[in-house]
């Protein structure tokens, strides 16, 4: 982790109390459905987003979705625990993606693309790691924001363009520009306002799953083959589908529901 960055890391603002109100709900062992209601719908704002959320086409429910109760009978806490750190996080940051060659739009698509994927492809068979990887997928590309301030206030746009066309590969024209990639920035950010370990882990070495802890390395893979069958401009395409498709395999994971969700997704 470079100096800059870091600074950067522990100049950001604490989680509002309404995060900290969530995360103690949802990592309570003994907390209910209920108990995660009653802390969403003290937020109206907050309410509203999370609605909104739930009812992308991504998600492909017929139906409106119009209470929160109903938005976690439908996905469980650990996925609106996603949709309420998203909201809350990304108002924490001033956006400018501008280096990366895409927009504030174009990068929440990508968050939402990516996390609809993987709801998609794991809510039947791997729901029990929906917990983490709910946050994980909306919450990974976050660390883009720090370093695309730090390539602006370098001056380096040109260069990271550059490096973007010839390397191909975002994540190392990051670490040749910057010194530093999403994932690492991401997860530092994560730990400093103090999230469970398993989700750090997980969004550390998503491009490395065997690096991560025993438990955390099948969401890590999991979080691996969303992020390159939805690349950083969000458009699905038949190369990023070959190559998640290759991960899937090396991975052994399940190809049948990642075909069924692509299909949505795209």
């Known amino acids: 982790m470079t100096e800059d960055i870091l600074k950067k890391i522990k100049q950001l603002p604490p989680l509002p109390e309404s995060a900290m109100q969530i995360e103690a709900v949802y990592q309570d062992p003994d907390s209910s459905f209920q108990d995660m209601v009653k802390i969403l719908e003290k937020d109206p704002l907050l309410t509203a987003d999370i609605l909104k959320a739930a009812n992308s086409p991504l998600y492909g429910f017929s139906r409106e979705i119009n209470a929160i109760s109903q938005a976690v009978g439908l996905f469980g806490m650990g996925t609106v625990r996603g949709f309420a ?6 108002k924490s940051f001033s956006l ?5 060659g895409i927009s504030n739009e174009m990068f929440s698509m990508l968050s939402k693309k990516q996390h609809g994927l993987m709801t998609a492809w794991c809510l039947r068979k791997e ?5 983490v990887l709910s946050p994980a997928a909306f919450l990974v590309e976050i660390g883009k924001v720090l370093i695309s301030q730090q390539i602006i206030s370098d001056g380096k746009q040109d260069a990271f363009q550059t490096a973007l066309k ?3 590969d975002v994540e190392a024209a990051e670490r040749e520009i910057v010194g530093v990639d999403t994932p690492e920035v991401s997860a530092t950010i994560f730990a400093q306002w103090k999230f469970e370990e398993g989700l750090v882990d997980v969004i550390r070495n998503c491009q490395n799953p065997e690096k991560a802890e025993e438990a955390d390395q099948r969401p890590a893979q999991i979080l691996h083959v969303v992020r390159v069958a939805v690349p950083i401009n ?9 190559a998640a498709k290759d991960l899937i395999e090396k991975y052994n994971l399940d190809m049948n529901s990642f075909d069924t969700a692509i299909e949505n997704a795209k």
């Open 166 to 168: 010839e390397i191909g």
């Open 127 to 131: 729901n029990k790691l929906l917990g």
């Open 85 to 90: 750190l998203a909201s809350i996080v990304k």
């Open 96 to 100: 400018d993606l501008s280096p990366y």
């Open 234 to 242: 969000g458009v699905i395409t038949d190369d990023s589908i070959a």
